[in-house]
């Protein structure tokens, strides 16, 4: 049989692979290459720069630039939607009849396109977008960013119907498993956690001196959260809390530089953000919207100590056993105390070994993809 073909769609460049759901497609991009997958990239250039380390594992990569202006904002297809729907992009897609992954609703917009007719059409799921935008419009203070939000947020309610053509839809938790099936029956979902960096467990046994929360600050749920951890959570009691992440807006810089156990680490290298959440004594996660699965949960749990959550963090996924959960104020200062007067143990670092590999191992995931390729390419040998 000859080498399996893959069209990637991917909602931004992914590269480096330092937040969210673009972990999730280099690190797929990555494993899939690994299998043999013979990769054509297609991603959209606007904040990020062209990067030949795509190179290493694609054999073809195609750069776009996003449409903007007033007209794709008064399209009645969602912004994120419409501003990706390039035409050199379709064009390339329908020259030939390998399978396409569409990386989120973002990528979708030619998913009902005639010219793709036929096609294996691979739904991968981040967030069931519209709950996305809806908690933003509710976390975002800025009257205009607030109205666009919640403009997306009824643009890709309406706009999700396009899924109806996805021959196959992968989601990342339990719960937008379930979601999908129930607003599509019929149509086959499958549970496909993220991919990401991790191969092993690399968690330290021992005690660190401070807490950490890591995440995108410039993302409304994230300084949301920040904001709830520094103003109800943090008092001048508790050890030290290290906010680390890309992009802090200036109101995050200003609060931490007069709180004297909170430290500010803004736009960490790679390295630099392993390094904090492995010395870190407790990982502190907590989020005030339980859409898709935070992949920074699982980056602590592979490489942290103690991770503490509420349980909205923990939304969709089988890790319960793995972090202690709090969800009030009060219960987080007492967590926060109690767990650092305990020592991170070895048998803690087996028994998260165990969990993760059951469910979260990349080469699993990899293998459910390659096998739903194999099975189309002999479908359509035989035919």
């Not at 690399?202 to 994230?222: Q, T």
């Not at 200003?254 to 870190?280: W, Y």
């Not at 089988?318 to 143990?345: G, H, I, N, Y």
Request: a positive charge; aromatic letters at 10%.
């Amino acid at each position: 049989m000859p080498p399996l073909r893959l069209h990637i769609v991917s909602f931004d460049i992914p590269w480096p692979p330092n937040y969210g759901g673009i972990i999730d497609v280099f690190y797929k991009i990555r494993a899939l290459h690994g299998a043999g997958v013979q990769i054509y990239l297609h991603c959209f250039e606007y904040q990020r720069q062209q990067s030949s380390e795509l190179e290493r594992y694609c054999t073809r990569v195609f750069y776009y630039r996003r449409l903007t202006g007033w007209r794709v904002h008064l399209s009645i297809l969602p912004y994120i939607v419409k501003s990706r729907m390039v035409p050199e992009l379709l064009n390339i897609l329908a020259s030939d009849d390998a399978p396409i992954l569409f990386e989120g609703l973002h990528t979708c917009g030619f998913m009902d396109e005639p010219r793709l007719t036929g096609r294996l059409k691979i739904y991968r799921e981040s967030n069931i977008e519209h709950h996305y935008y809806s908690h933003l419009c509710r976390s975002e203070r800025h009257p205009g960013r607030k109205v666009f939000f919640l403009l997306e947020s009824l643009k890709l309610f309406r706009f999700q119907r396009i899924l109806r053509h996805a021959s196959l839809m992968l989601a990342v938790s339990q719960t937008d498993c379930d979601y999908l099936s129930g607003r599509f029956p019929g149509q086959k979902v499958l549970l496909m956690p993220s991919f990401h960096k991790d191969q092993q467990v690399g968690s330290i046994p021992g005690r660190g001196d401070y807490a950490l929360y890591h995440g995108k600050l410039s993302v409304a749920e994230n300084y949301q959260a920040v904001r709830y951890l520094i103003n109800k959570v943090w008092n001048e009691t508790m050890p030290t809390l290290v906010i680390a992440g890309m992009d802090p807006p200036g109101w995050l810089i200003r609060l931490t530089g007069s709180k004297p156990n909170i430290q500010l680490v803004a736009n960490p290298s790679e390295e630099e953000m392993t390094r904090l959440i492995r010395e870190a004594h407790v990982n502190i996660l907590v989020t005030m919207q339980a859409t898709g699965l935070k992949l920074k949960l699982l980056n602590a749990l592979y490489t942290g100590r103690f991770c503490l959550v509420n349980s909205r963090m923990l939304a969709g996924t089988s890790l319960r056993e793995l972090c202690e959960v709090a969800e009030t104020p009060d219960r987080l200062r007492q967590e926060v105390q109690r767990l650092f007067s305990m020592e991170f143990t070895a048998e803690r670092v087996t028994e998260r070994a165990r969990v993760l590999g059951e469910l979260y191992a990349n080469n699993k995931n990899c293998n459910l993809l390659t096998d739903i390729l194999t099975l189309h390419e002999s479908r359509n040998g035989s035919t």
